[in-house]
């Protein structure tokens, strides 16, 4: 077993001297131009989509996302790329294959595309209806739609229709978020009146309380200082008489 380890173990440092030695041709023929070429091909990429970035098609393997990445970050490296925004590329890369590498976000695409493809497999159905001869292959032919998926004017109405669905996702995520934010603003703003009429009514109390000696000793003051009788008694009010004419 200990040797079989070892055999593979030198199989493997073996073949990542070829991967290494066939990088490092392949970087002696890229020039400066294919360099700039490429930074500008990753910057104008649609956002939403990592495997545009990476230059992938959307059935592509993890072993095929990191080899991707380490040929084209090595391409566009701030070190080795001369151009302005080679920095920016090499980043929006990095975000790329974590994105794809992400089991959550790579399901989460990939959910998108499926969408796309049967939105644009039902369209193909409607126009096969109307397309006799089209329609007649399909059937004679199992192989005939496969190729057609495979043709590269359906992997280019599938990129555009990811992206349309993408975008909408991303606008709808974007909706929600902000009146997640409105929410949570209003509520605070009831938590904060709530607290200010809290603590307002605390100082009343307070303000009241601590004038509670101050009111019994005017109280006391305003019973001693009533009109007192010859003897020293306080006379009683006088009491109106109604006039018994009047109703």
């Known amino acids: 077993r200990e040797r079989e380890r070892e055999r593979e173990r030198e199989r493997e440092m ?24 490429e930074v500008i091909r990753i910057l104008a990429c649609f956002k ?11 059935d592509s393997s993890v072993e ?31 975000k790329a294959q974590q994105q794809l590498l992400d089991q959550q976000e790579r399901e989460y695409i990939l959910t998108q595309v499926k969408a796309a493809k049967e939105e644009l497999l039902i369209l193909r159905k409607k126009q096969l209806k109307k397309d006799t001869a089209s329609k007649l292959k399909s059937l004679v032919d199992e192989k005939y739609e496969q190729q057609y998926e495979q043709s590269e004017e359906f992997q280019k109405q599938l990129k555009l229709k990811v992206r349309e669905i993408l975008t909408d996702q991303e606008w709808r995520r974007r909706k929600m978020a902000m ?24 100082e009343h109390e307070e303000q ?19 009109k007192k009788g010859k003897k020293g008694e306080i006379r009683p009010p006088k009491l109106k008489t109604e006039d018994p004419n009047k109703s």
């Not at 991967?19 to 490092?24: F, N, P, S, T």
């Not at 997640?180 to 904060?192: A, L, N, P, Q």
């Not at 009241?208 to 009533?226: A, I, L, P, Q, Y």
């Open 14 to 37: 073996g073949e990542r001297a070829d991967e290494d030695a066939l990088l490092k041709e392949f970087f002696a023929e890229v020039g400066e131009v294919e360099r700039d070429n």
């Open 208 to 226: 009241w309380e601590g004038t509670r000696e101050k009111r019994v000793s005017s109280w006391r003051d305003f019973m001693k200082s009533g």
């Open 179 to 202: 009146r997640i934010s409105e929410e949570e603003g209003r509520v605070k703003k009831d938590e904060e009146e709530q607290k200010e009429m809290w603590k307002r009514k605390r």
């Open 48 to 58: 939403l989509n990592p495997f545009e970035f990476l230059n992938l098609p959307f």
């Open 64 to 94: 095929d996302v990191k080899k991707q990445y380490r040929k084209l970050s090595l391409m566009v490296h701030p070190d080795k790329c001369k151009h302005l925004l080679a920095k920016e590329a090499f980043g929006a890369l990095a």
